[in-house]
């Protein structure tokens, strides 16, 4: 969603950033951070995906970083801990992209794990269980379902194979009415006066409706007016900061390191960017 920023003040006034909030799917990287960061509405969306009605978050992370030297860092929307210490990550992918999905999360789950694992265990009994649910709005593999868990089995037989590692691909685009396709109906749109999902509703009516939940995202209005005044653009810090590389990179014709260059984007944030940017593709 763009928006034209108000040329009356150097912020969103509180009418023109209600709105602006109003308008906002979890989709939508800001509003979903502010969403994740929340632990009963996280708790609510991982009950949903799991089937799991009791699992409880210990710990939740949000645009969490494991950097890596040797290759490029990954930024998980959130990554969470349950009480029997399992983890779980959630990744939000907004368009197809042309990205390879199969070989990022295969990164994605290879580093996690590395991260996570007890270095000096010889027998690899700490390696964590690890859950990834990759949403996406549309149906990426076109196959006309909601879920897409990938089912391991040994050689022709129907012996499930665990090792601990649980992957599945969810859209919002197939609704077969079980749900998790409620749920997805729901990312797609947001709205603040939809109760149908709990606690994930609450909070999500909270951030849209309230003084409290205003107060909370009016630090955003800063951070998009400081992004999206070259361009005119409101989708906050990151989404601001991405289109104006975006627009550097098509009206200079330069790299996106160059253009990241030009606009002082910091070297730790370069990643950060290109992820971002490679999200939108």
Known sequence: ??????????????EELQKHILGMTLFNDLLARAVLEDKEACEHILRVLTGIKTLVIKKNKTQYVISKLSSHNIIM????????????????QKADGGIAHEKRMLYYTSTIINEYFFKGDQTYASVPELHIFYISQTDIWKLGKTCYPILKFLGDTNTPYNDGLHMCYINAEVDDNSSIAQLMQYFATADAGDFSQGKLSQCINNLKTTKEGLA????????????????????????GKAESIKNLMSTMNVSIDQAMDILKTPPEEHQYFKDLLAKEQ
Do not use: C, H, P
């Open 1 to 14: 969603m763009t928006k034209k920023l108000s040329k009356s003040s150097l912020l969103l006034t509180q």
């Open 77 to 92: 929307d959130v990554l969470a801990e349950d009480a029997n210490n399992k983890l779980y990550e959630i990744e939000i």
């Open 216 to 239: 909370t995202m009016d630090n955003f209005s800063k951070q998009i007016y400081e992004a999206g005044i070259n361009d005119g653009r409101a989708e906050g810090l990151a989404e």
